[in-house]
């Protein structure tokens, strides 16, 4: 099984147990008169919209190139992370509003038996967020990551829940606006990673470099190939799931097209073959002139 179909096979597998974790919270809590529960359940029935569209992103983005679109559909898997952060947001500001409400309104001791499906959260959703990271991480998903941020909050907004329910079963007299309190917690844990993670997916669209490291890599395999001289420039920008390379390569001025068309070529292969995260390279040739220096992107370079 590849990593990006197990990614998708997570991504259901997510929705189902978050719909079955947001109904028993909501349930549970609305018998039990705990805000807390019913918040962190509400928090629960935005991950299944969040899966779904990080699921919608890794199939779309998995479509190959075409003449609309040269570069692929992986952008689109981007997109679907940001609109889970701007879901987070939006489903964090309700949750925070409508439980400040409550505080205000007063009412009995949340029942005992709400903390249960509190306790299970926390306990599923370590799983799955320990699961989302590995494969995120493996095949480069901006939107299976944003959803392992997601599953992230959900054990903190999942522990934020049970200890404002357990200081008010602890002592009502004292706590007794602490559940309520918690279930607001819950709502601004919520607004701060939904704004994280719309900040890692918009860095992504403004076409970031990666990191020197990475784009050393590049560089390095490139020049392992016979006829190369130098690398005067090296761009990179990610599309989904994948990174696109630009590359301007410097090889003997008296050399004829044909020849530096073939080192061309072997450069973009040993790239792809290398650096397993880069999709295609795109070899722009040119002369190397001895006793020059030109700037590129990572500083100063002689020729």
Not at 100 to 116: D, E, I, M, N
Not at 237 to 260: C, F, I, N, Q
Request: with cysteine; proline share 4%; hydrophobic share 45%.
């Amino acid at each position: 099984m590849t990593a990006e179909l197990a990614g998708r096979r997570i991504a259901i597998t997510s929705m189902l147990v978050s719909a079955g974790l947001a109904v028993s919270k909501i349930t549970i809590g609305l018998h039990a008169q705990s805000t807390a529960t019913v918040s962190d359940g509400f928090e629960s029935a935005g991950d299944v919209l969040a899966s779904g569209l990080v699921l919608l992103g890794l199939i779309i983005a998995a479509k190959p190139p075409d003449s609309e679109h040269p570069y692929g559909h992986g952008r689109l898997e981007t997109l679907s992370a940001l609109a889970v952060g701007m879901l987070l947001v939006a489903t964090g500001a309700l949750i925070a509003f409508e439980s400040l409400h409550l505080t205000h309104g007063g009412g009995r001791t949340p029942s005992a038996y709400a903390v249960w499906p509190l306790i299970a959260s926390i306990a599923i959703k370590s799983i799955m967020s320990a699961a989302k990271w590995r494969y995120g991480r493996r095949i480069q998903s901006s939107g299976l990551i944003a959803d392992a941020w997601n599953d992230t909050v959900d054990i903190l907004s999942g522990t934020t829940a049970l200890a404002g329910l357990g200081l008010t079963l602890l002592n009502p007299d004292r706590f007794s606006a602490a559940d309520r309190i918690g279930g607001s917690a819950v709502g601004v844990i919520v607004i701060f990673l939904g704004v994280r993670v719309v900040h890692d997916t918009v860095v992504q669209l403004m076409d970031t470099m990666p990191d020197p490291e990475a784009m050393d890599r590049i560089r390095m395999a490139g020049l392992t190939v016979p006829g190369v001289l130098g690398i005067e420039k090296c761009f990179a920008r990610k599309t989904g799931l994948k990174w696109h390379v630009d590359l301007h390569l410097e090889v003997e001025p008296a050399m004829t097209v044909y020849e530096s068309h073939e080192i061309a070529t072997h450069v973009r292969e040993k790239i792809r073959a290398e650096v397993d995260w880069v999709a295609d390279v795109l070899v722009h040739v040119e002369p190397h002139m001895l006793g020059t220096i030109s700037v590129g992107p990572r500083g100063l370079s002689s020729k």
